[in-house]
Nanobody, 125 residues
């Protein structure tokens, strides 16, 4: 089992940058694929980015590809989401999630049992 705590959200102007962090408890962080989702008001929670346990592979939604970068530091039990060139449509609550690395990577939010509490990102135009 793993507990996740998201942080780093805030208010930023369009074109700006933010870096989100997700800190995990326990000593088994490297056993998990880590993923970022986001949920805008009135919309479904959607996949943003994922990273495998050893950072060997990363995956991105088309809407953020080239602007966002996911990374992790297993020694610090932390996954990051560097967000550049932010747009107003990136405004949402961002959540990290974890899935055992023994299971296939998924973009379906229902495939994840472990979630952070979320951190608000607001991009003004």
């Amino acid at each position: 089992q793993v507990q996740l705590v998201d942080s780093g959200g805030g208010l930023v102007q369009a074109g700006g940058s933010l870096r989100l962090s997700c800190a995990a408890s326990g000593r088994t962080f490297s056993r998990y694929t880590m993923v970022w989702f986001r949920q805008a008001p009135g919309k479904e929670r959607e996949f943003v980015a994922a990273i495998t346990w050893n950072s060997g592979s990363t995956y991105y939604a088309d809407s953020v590809k080239g602007r966002f970068t996911i990374s992790r530091d297993n020694a610090k039990n932390t996954v990051y989401l560097q967000m550049n060139s932010l747009k107003p449509e990136d405004t949402a609550i961002y959540y990290c999630a974890a899935r055992p690395r023994s299971l296939p990577y998924s973009r379906d939010k229902n495939a994840y049992d472990y979630w952070g509490q979320g951190t608000q990102v607001t991009v003004s135009s």
